[in-house]
């Protein structure tokens, strides 16, 4: 036997199991979403290499290390989308639905980064991501935090906790950068191998250091907030009374910088202790300047993006996990004139709305009531010679064994009956 191919490292199957508990956070989420006002779009996954520089930014750990580059056929440098703004802040200069415009759009697929996999973090993840356009005021922050809060409480999670920060204007941060540099420099010989490597090109991420020996280094250093302009300040101090007035606890983590340069004013994570190291579960902020650095006109923007593994892994898988799509019956076909009819009476059932399945590869009596078991279904359906002649069915409740023959023609309102349309069988 040759060897089995696998996966690529950090690239999971999602089993049926699993994608029923994520297709339960999705319709959560759409209906969250669209509750709102939030539309769907869907962007490509590649997207030229060039857009990830100019947006996530040259200088940063997903642009330098992590993304999933290469030439096409054509020579073209082209990259597996490691996040979704870029896309769509590319997306929208295109299609020109961003000037002088509000849009409040939302996606949902897969992204990759090339980092060194463990429990809660692939090189393919998925995301559902949410980003608003065209409203510069705090109140749209706050929207966007809610709408996560609302979320958590619709799937029946606890225990996610939010921390906020401002990174202030472009401006405003340039005069930090310089001031930190300054500071950074009198600690260098305090400062660890990815600090000094950061040092140059992206102090701010040094903030970031989960290093303990950094800790020390790092709680000293001159803070963002004190270097705040006034704007930023009062754009921060407007969305905290916003969440204060909805109920939403907050922290404010001063040292909360994110891996992604397109951020001002406001940045915030949703975290929770239950994940281990991979803690943060959404994340997201404000990119007033992205657009125009995209070669947009102007627009001020702001978004989140939920880990989708990290999500569905707080979510306790359900005991019952074939829940979803249990069918109302499992038609159980003996002899060769059963079997010859079988699947049209099955295609009967399904245009009244039922679910069946129907057993295929026949089969004694014993092995099609083993596989009716196992689908999960609430009745066996026994389809054998003498209920083709008599044009009858013999139907079995298979959570209490109890038999009866029906005449045909009732089966339909009868298994409706049981299991009305729409409910879980
Ligand atoms: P991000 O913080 O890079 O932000 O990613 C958002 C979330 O995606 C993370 O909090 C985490 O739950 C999940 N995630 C990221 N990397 C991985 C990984 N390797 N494996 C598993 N899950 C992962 C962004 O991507 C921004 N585009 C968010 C945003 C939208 N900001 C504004 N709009």
């Not at 004139?337 to 295929?360: F, S, T, Y």
């Not at 005449?407 to 009868?414: M, R, T």
Request: aromatic fraction near 6%; proline fraction near 4%; glycine fraction near 10%.
């Amino acid at each position: 036997m040759s060897k089995a191919i696998q996966a690529v490292r950090g690239m999971n199957d999602l089993l049926p199991d699993a994608v029923e508990r994520w297709q339960r956070i999705e319709a959560s989420a759409r209906d969250v979403l669209h509750a709102y006002g939030y539309r769907e779009i869907r962007l490509p996954i590649l997207e030229k290499s060039e857009l990830f520089a100019r947006s996530i930014g040259s200088e940063t750990d997903i642009v330098e290390k992590e993304m999933y580059s290469f030439e096409d056929r054509s020579g073209e440098n082209l990259t597996l989308r490691p996040e979704g703004t870029a896309g769509c802040v590319r997306a929208g200069i295109e299609n020109g639905f961003l000037h002088n415009q509000i849009q409040r759009l939302w996606y949902a697929g897969p992204m990759f980064r090339h980092e060194r996999p463990q429990k809660g973090r692939y090189r393919q993840f998925h995301q559902i991501g949410v980003e608003a356009f065209g409203i510069e005021s705090p109140d749209l922050d706050a929207e966007l935090i809610m709408m996560c809060a609302r979320l958590w409480q619709a799937l029946g999670l606890d225990g996610l906790t939010l921390q906020l920060n401002s990174l202030g204007t472009l401006e405003s941060r340039a005069v930090y950068r310089r001031e930190l540099l300054r500071y950074l420099e009198t600690q260098r010989a305090r400062l660890d191998e990815d600090s000094l490597r950061r040092l140059e090109k992206n102090p701010l991420r040094i903030l970031d250091s989960k290093n303990p020996d950094m800790q020390k280094v790092i709680a000293a250093a001159p803070s963002l907030y004190d270097h705040l302009d006034d704007a930023s300040r009062g754009h921060f101090a407007h969305l905290g009374d916003y969440l204060r007035q909805a109920g939403i606890a907050f922290s404010v983590n001063p040292r909360l910088v994110r891996g992604l340069d397109y951020y001002t004013r406001t940045v915030f994570e949703w975290t929770t202790e239950r994940l281990g190291a991979q803690s943060t579960v959404c994340a997201g902020g404000r990119y007033d300047g992205l657009v125009e650095q995209l070669g947009g006109k102007t627009a001020p923007a702001a978004g989140f993006a939920i880990g989708m593994e990290r999500l569905a892994e707080l979510l306790a898988p359900q005991s019952d996990s074939r829940q979803a799509v249990r069918p109302h019956g499992f038609l159980i076909l003996l002899g060769e004139e059963a079997e010859k009819r079988g699947l049209q009476l099955a295609e009967r059932l399904r245009d009244a709305g039922l679910h069946i399945e129907c057993n295929c590869g026949g089969g004694g009596l014993k092995v099609q009531l083993k596989r009716a078991d196992r689908s999960g279904a609430r009745h066996a359906l026994l389809l054998g010679e003498d209920e083709v002649r008599n044009a009858s069915i013999t139907i079995k409740d298979l959570r209490d064994g109890v038999q009866r023959s029906i005449a045909q023609g009732e089966l339909i309102d009868l298994l409706l009956k049981e299991t009305p349309r729409g409910a879980t069988p």
